[in-house]
């Protein structure tokens, strides 16, 4: 039984209640002359009485539904039950009035008896069809009896009252089943509806927390790159006046080129984060789970971090361990090491421990330090892009409120339980748990790169002559043969007047490019054109997780710009390696660029 379908029944059976305290008076008074005065008396009595007991149950269940719905939940079916007994002794008293009728012979007081009975039935459709077997109870009791009588008569008024009764209770059982299976659906709607506006609530509350996060992104963001771009703008200045001066002196051209240095390893390193978590939301990066050796692991780190904790003059610490655990060892590594330097970063005193602790057949790997600590209210907002604290000028040297977002959607990827433990002003334990596995057999052995040697025939695809020529520069004084274009069809225009009739080992493309084209539709037109599935690297500024995950579904190579020299021949040379004996950095005797 529903509880609100009893909640229906008990709220609609006031206009019935109401009824029975105005009809036995007027029934009374038709009825006086025929039926003995006490009968009458003792039948009234019982029906206020009767009715008086049911007005006070439901004031005890309304009293009941107020404490808590989870009472009425529990008890809707006893609170059902309860009221359809009182209503077939309510029905039972008022079916008399049926027998009453008929003691004389009289055809107005027939009629009067079966009007007052059949109002009753008809009106008992709305307050007792929530609970069916209420009304099918009630409805056999208020017409037995005048049946009963129907029959027993010999006259043929008898026999009609006894089709019409036929009638009635099958017309109002046909009514009962219609209101009742209206009052489900409408029970069913109203969850609906209710359903619904709570989603669009917690949409709505979702799409203004994301504007606010959006918001805070962006100036964030803006402000994060504008400076070292500012910062780069005022260097470039002061190099130029002092070029117009004469001769630059070598020791503040270096001096220059330091700072130059420095601010552009911090802006590659801003966007660098901000296309972990671009690459995080799109779903495009993979998981390459392995058994991982976590005594390896802590070592790297151990080094990673040595000279910073110098820095700093804290107290460094790494818990030797002969965990194993199946995880991607790349992705594990970023956790940690975001979370380590969070660790560096807000500690002023004292000490940093990365250990771990076996919990069943997990492992949890834990960072310790007694840095500031996280205010309880904020232990969920940390975990959000640019959410950082105690850190309102946006001081670079305490980071760019990325590394803990980067850490949770890295962490939900890999299924690996993220957990925080913090005290104001006395430190914080991030933790994270890892499946434990035993050590294998021969412990897995990285795979050696493979020297470089042999001309590489690269196609450069961009549309912005600064870059190509760039690309070009690089490659070139690398010793690789290239032939820059601007599109797919520039390019095939040098190849056609190269006329070397050497293949072509590699594409690197651009993905916007002019026209409304892009990099992977320069690469298919370049492939149609040589006739064989060369290899291609997309390079893209974009952040869209869309566009990543499309350059991503392509198969190609995607690299993030800005990039360096370094990454881009660890590209080239890990596409190439499976087709050729060696990969790259061919010296420029081996062969001369073509530009």
């Not at 040595?306 to 992705?331: F, H, I, N, Q, S």
């Not at 392509?554 to 021949?569: E, F, M, R, T």
């Amino acid at each position: 039984m529903q509880p609100h379908l009893v909640d229906l029944l008990y709220r609609q059976s006031y206009a019935v209640l109401f009824s029975n305290f105005i009809i036995p008076l007027p029934v009374a008074y038709m009825l006086w002359s025929v039926v003995p005065g006490d009968t009458l008396l003792w039948w009234m009595a019982a029906i206020y009485g009767l009715t008086i007991a049911r007005v006070l149950v439901s004031r005890r269940y309304f009293k009941h539904s107020r404490r808590g719905a989870d009472q009425i939940v529990e008890n809707a079916r006893f609170w059902a039950w309860r009221f359809a007994i009182l209503s077939w002794a309510s029905s039972s008293l008022w079916g008399l009035l049926g027998w009453f009728g008929f003691l004389s012979t009289q055809p107005q007081l027939q009629a009067f008896t079966t009007i007052v009975l059949t109002g009753l039935v008809c009106g008992a459709i709305p307050s007792l069809s929530a609970f069916p077997i209420a009304y099918i109870g009630s409805l056999a009791a208020m017409l037995l009896p005048l049946a009963a009588r129907a029959v027993m008569g010999d006259a043929a008024s008898d026999t009609v009252y006894l089709l019409f009764v036929i009638c009635l209770a099958g017309v109002n059982l046909y009514y009962s089943r219609v209101s009742y299976r209206s009052m489900v659906e409408t029970v069913q709607l109203r969850f609906e509806n209710l359903s619904l506006i709570t989603q669009l609530k917690t949409e709505r509350d979702k799409a203004q927390g994301a504007d606010r996060a959006k918001s805070r992104f962006l100036a964030a963001a803006s402000h994060d790159l504008r400076q070292p771009i500012h910062a780069l703008s005022l260097f470039n200045s002061t190099l130029a006046a002092l070029a117009e001066r004469g001769d630059v002196k070598s020791a503040d051209a270096r001096n220059l080129a330091g700072r130059v240095k420095s601010i552009t390893a911090n802006l590659s390193g801003l966007l660098n984060a901000l296309l972990d978590v671009s690459r995080l939301d799109a779903g495009i990066v993979t998981v390459a789970r392995e058994p991982v050796a976590l005594a390896r692991l802590f070592d790297d780190l151990h080094g990673e971090f040595l000279g910073k904790a110098e820095e700093y003059r804290l107290d460094w610490t790494v818990v030797d361990t002969g965990c194993w655990v199946e995880t991607d060892p790349m992705m594990l590594k970023r956790v940690l090491g975001n979370l380590l330097t969070n660790a560096f970063h807000y500690t002023d005193r004292g000490r940093i421990l990365l250990g771990c602790r076996r919990r069943g057949a997990n492992v949890e790997i834990q960072v310790f330090d007694t840095g500031i600590g996280i205010p309880s209210d904020q232990q969920d907002a940390i975990f959000d892009e640019f959410h950082q604290l105690n850190n309102p000028a946006r001081d670079r040297e305490k980071g760019l409120g990325l590394g803990l977002a980067i850490v949770r959607r890295t962490a939900d990827l890999l299924g690996h339980p993220l957990r925080l433990v913090s005290m104001q002003g006395r430190g914080s334990l991030f933790s994270i748990t890892v499946p434990s596995v035993a050590a294998p057999a021969t412990p897995p052995v990285p795979e050696s790169q493979l020297p470089a040697t042999g001309l590489i025939r690269i196609i450069v695809i961009d549309d912005d002559r600064d870059v190509l020529d760039a690309i070009g520069l690089l490659l070139t004084v690398l010793g690789c043969m290239i032939y820059p274009a601007r599109s797919a069809e520039d390019a095939i225009q040098l190849l056609i007047a190269a006329a070397t009739g050497a293949p072509v080992d590699l594409i690197i493309a651009d993905y916007r490019l002019e026209n409304a084209t892009t990099g992977l539709d320069a690469v298919d037109e370049l492939r149609a054109y040589l006739k064989q599935p060369v290899p291609a690297i997309i390079l893209t500024g974009d952040t869209s997780p869309f566009v990543l995950k499309t350059i991503s579904d392509s198969g190609h190579h995607l690299l993030n710009k800005p990039i360096d020299g370094d990454h881009l021949q660890q590209a080239i040379h890990a596409i190439l390696r499976p087709v050729r004996s060696k990969a790259l950095l061919a010296t420029s005797e081996q062969g001369q660029g073509v530009a």
